[in-house]
């Protein structure tokens, strides 16, 4: 609208000094036509550099986010310039993400709080907007309410590890180490038979709990389900070991 204002004023100036013949008609209306091409440049000049008609407002949102790495908890940052003051942090929105989100790093500001039970980032943008919808009506083709700057405040779960690309290449070294010494533990004759001890304990208590509830189990049944137990009971030994492997990885590196 105040270009259309501006070529209608322009347009006036000029027909105001070259078709009216009265001269006195013809300098007052040009006069008043020609303050009006004056202010209307200078509104556009103060929208554009002083956001006329214009105001800061924060949209604030909630959303939950999850580990990079599907077999173990954690979140990455990478601190940027030389003085370290900001950084970039790189999460999944959800753990079907096929590649991380990395937080964009201009006008961006993002904080890390490593507390509590659950993921949660809260994310303010701050935005120009118009006052009303006049001047949305009257700027709105010159300028478009503008995006200005964002925070982000990462609330990462205790239970996940936090740190930069390069711990998290020298952790994974490491927890190569500590699993090839768990496995030598492992094939100790004394582990395999409390592992096994362990096993036949899980299932035998599973069963107990299943003939309660069903008590015509065929025998068929039954193996399928101790077999089913069996393949239950690896998978949480086996994700017990990685929990307690990467515990004590993460306290030599002293990232808890």
């Excluded at 478009?144 to 711990?167: C, G, H, S």
Aim: with cysteine; glycine share 4%.
């Amino acid at each position: 609208m105040i270009f259309v204002i501006l070529i209608g004023t322009v347009l006036a100036f000029f027909l105001c000094f070259n078709l009216i013949p009265n001269h006195k008609v013809a300098n007052v209306t040009g006069c008043v036509a020609g303050f009006l091409v004056i202010v209307t440049v200078l509104s556009i000049i103060g929208n554009f550099h002083y956001h006329w008609g214009m105001k800061k407002a924060t949209v604030e949102t909630t959303q939950s986010f999850t580990s990079i790495n599907r077999q173990l908890n954690m979140v990455l940052y990478q601190k940027l310039g030389k003085q370290g003051n900001e950084q970039v942090v790189i999460y999944k929105r959800t753990a079907s993400q096929k590649k991380p989100t990395t937080t964009p790093a201009v006008q961006t500001h993002n904080v890390i709080h490593h507390e509590g039970t659950k993921n949660r980032l809260v994310t303010q943008k701050q935005e120009w907007v118009y006052k009303n919808n006049f001047y949305r009506m009257l700027f709105g083709l010159a300028q478009k309410e503008t995006f200005i700057n964002r925070t982000n405040t990462f609330y990462v779960a205790q239970d996940y590890l936090v740190m930069t690309p390069n711990q998290a290449k020298e952790f994974g070294k490491r927890m190569q180490q500590a699993a090839a010494g768990l496995q030598k533990q492992q094939q100790n004759p004394a582990a395999q038979m409390a592992v096994q001890q362990q096993a036949q304990q899980y299932v035998q208590g599973k069963l107990a709990a299943e003939l309660q509830k069903h008590p015509q189990l065929s025998d068929q049944q039954r193996q399928q389900l101790m077999k089913k137990w069996q393949t239950e009971f690896k998978q949480q030994l086996k994700q017990k070991a990685q929990r307690q492997l990467a515990e004590q990885v993460a306290q030599s590196m002293h990232l808890k």
